[in-house]
C-alpha cells in the first residue's frame, strides 16, 4: 500500500501563485501514476492533473492548461504541482493520488492524501 501526504495549501489573491507537494511513500513500487484531483466547495471532485514516475507529457485538465504545471523529484518521491495566475474558481480542497496507470477516473486511484485547501480570495 502506497501512503500519501500532501501538503501547500494556504490563501492567495487571484494571479498569484502556490506550489503544492505529495511525497509517497510505502510499497510504491506498484504505483507509475501520480495525479491530483481537488473539491470545490459544493461541487463533486474533479480532475486536475497526472504525472508518470518513469516518463512521458503529464496531462492536465483543459481548465487549467497553461497554468498549472506538474514536476517530480524521483530520488525524494515527490511530486508537485506550480499553480500560476489563480483564479477564484480555483478555491477547492486539492487531494494527490496514486494508481498503476494513467487515468482521469477518480475511482481508479487506489491511493489518496489527506487534502489540503486552496482559497483564492478576488
Known amino acids: 500500500q502506497v501512503q500519501l501526504e500532501d501538503s501547500g495549501g494556504g490563501l492567495v489573491q487571484a494571479g498569484g501563485s502556490l506550489r503544492l507537494s505529495c511525497t509517497a511513500s510505502g510499497r510504491t513500487f506498484s504505483t507509475v501514476i501520480m495525479g491530483w484531483f481537488r473539491r470545490p466547495p459544493g461541487k463533486e471532485r474533479e480532475f486536475v492533473a497526472a504525472i508518470s514516475w518513469t516518463g512521458g507529457s503529464p496531462l492536465y485538465a483543459d481548465s487549467v492548461k497553461g497554468r498549472f504545471t506538474l514536476s517530480r523529484d524521483n530520488a525524494k518521491n515527490t511530486v508537485f504541482l506550480q499553480m500560476n495566475n489563480l483564479k477564484s474558481e480555483d478555491t477547492a480542497v486539492y487531494y494527490c493520488?496514486?494508481?498503476?496507470?494513467?487515468?482521469?477516473?477518480?475511482?481508479?486511484?487506489?491511493?489518496w492524501g489527506q487534502g489540503t485547501q486552496v482559497t483564492v480570495s478576488s
Open positions: 493520488a496514486a494508481a498503476p496507470n494513467l487515468t482521469t477516473r477518480t475511482n481508479l486511484y487506489a491511493s
